[in-house]
């Protein structure tokens, strides 16, 4: 679903604000850089009260206050070197037009989003910010910027604070990790263009030292926010964790689902391309002539967190034949039943507001709400058309309409869901569904490979779409393996005692079990 430190955006349009008309709009002018080029791309302008203190970074909206602060955002087209742009913060604006806050100074910021895509991540190399100035409102003001974000390495240095063991644990890792940067055919036909698929090969450290062994192999994604850097984390955590003997030795692919519409979630759509059939057919294979891989179905397993678990979860499903089991954990939903606790396919559903008129919610703390769908959907409205978390299921899951974007489904003010649009969602992309229809033929490829793992306390209540999937799967007589670990929430789910990432190394004894049973008997008593 979506990655702790996100800051978010969707298609969307504007932002309607009531009293709007009432007020003077609020112009907030921007200095740009005086480097040579034009400047084209979203122009953001983040504001919060200067109240006591340094400021709180602007960039940088959080769960737990979602309205603390004001967004603003603006489209500008080839502007010139050293030219102001006036940006009307009323136009577009969350939580309210900035004429609307209260009055007052304010510290604000402003971030040049080049490629439009802000809500993925945050901001990126390319991007252009300036320094936190003051303000006050209702009157508007001056901001600048003045600098672009350095490139970073897609591999991180070692921390500086690292010990010497640490930095060993680094250095052996990046010895062991390959970087994969395949051009699909697939995906560069339908784009028209050259689309490359990116990741990490890590292989075990007895690797070398067993040539005539085939290892069985892990196909890893991560979730909402992740990109190429962050899978790095991961390939340093797996080798180091083979290494001491944590994890049996494998093979893992890490595959970066990042691009520039979200997360494409390696599904066949008719937005995003054939990125299924491009892993399946093209990628697969060409790594297995690579790498010593166990190129059996019972030597295929797939792992992945939040997007990342929908993902998995949804190429066992699609592919059974050609993967030996997925354990997918807090994936997005798989029955749009409870799309986040929101029933899709209700009459007249609307996924801002329940049939009583309350707010439905999104992120919450345990039993404490934080941040309503409303909230977090009309936020990405103001930072972008596209990247956001919401906006990525249109890009996913959604029919391609006239203009060659895909329907939204649901209306980005009113929050009115499209009927139409959603039963396209079900009959492609809705997995309890589809999973119920076909078992018949599903069955003798699928059953018993479906291992889905949530916290009772889901930040994102992705824990009611799980229960609606097991129930689908016990009505057809499956066998599944769904754990429901009380308490945990989509960011602590992995914790196991001291170690944040215990339950990967669970999971990975769990498949290497499937893979080498007489191995993992003897690995597991010592004989």
Known sequence: MISKS????????????????????????????????????????????????PPVKAVAPRFDAPEAVAIAGQDIHDAAPGATVEVDADLSAFPKAFSALPPGPYHIQAVLDVHRHYAYAGPEAADWVGPVADITLPAGGLARLDHQLPAESDWPAAPPA?????????????????????????????????????GWVVVPPTYAAHAEERFPTVYYTHGFGGRLRYLAHTAIEVHAAMAKGEMPPMIWVLLDESGPTGTHEFADSVNNGPWGQALTAELIPDLERRWRMDGRPSGRFLNGHSSGGWATLWLQTRYPKLFGGTWSTSPDPSDFHDFTGIDLYAANANVYRRPDGAAYPLVRDHGKVLESFSQYARSEAVEGEVGGQIASFDWVFSPRGADGRPEPMFDRVTGTVDPQVVAYWREHFDIAYR????????????????????????????????????????????????????????????????????????????????????????????H
């Open 6 to 53: 996100r800051v978010a955006a969707c298609a969307a349009a504007v932002v309607a604000v009531a009293g709007l008309a009432a007020a003077e709009p609020t112009l907030v002018r921007v200095t740009l850089p005086t480097a040579p080029g034009l400047y084209s791309g979203r122009l953001l302008i983040f504001a919060e009260p200067a109240v006591g203190g």
């Open 162 to 198: 690292a010990s010497a063991a640490q930095a060993a644990e680094w250095a052996s890792a990046r010895a062991d990790t390959t970087e994969i940067d395949f051009a699909s055919p697939a995906l560069s036909a339908f784009w028209g263009r050259p689309i490359h698929m990116r």
């Open 435 to 526: 999973v119920a229809r076909d078992w018949p033929v599903l069955r003798p490829d699928l059953d018993g490979k479906i291992h889905l793992i949530v916290g009772t306390a889901d930040t994102f209540y992705l824990d009611g779409a799980a229960h609606r999937l097991k129930a689908a799967l016990d009505g057809v007589g499956a066998k599944s393996d769904f754990r429901f670990l009380p308490d945990r929430t989509h960011f602590d789910l992995y914790k196991v005692g001291d170690n944040p990432h215990g339950l990967l190394n669970k999971i990975a004894w769990e498949m290497y079990a499937v893979a080498r049973p007489e191995a993992f008997t003897k690995l597991a008593t010592g």
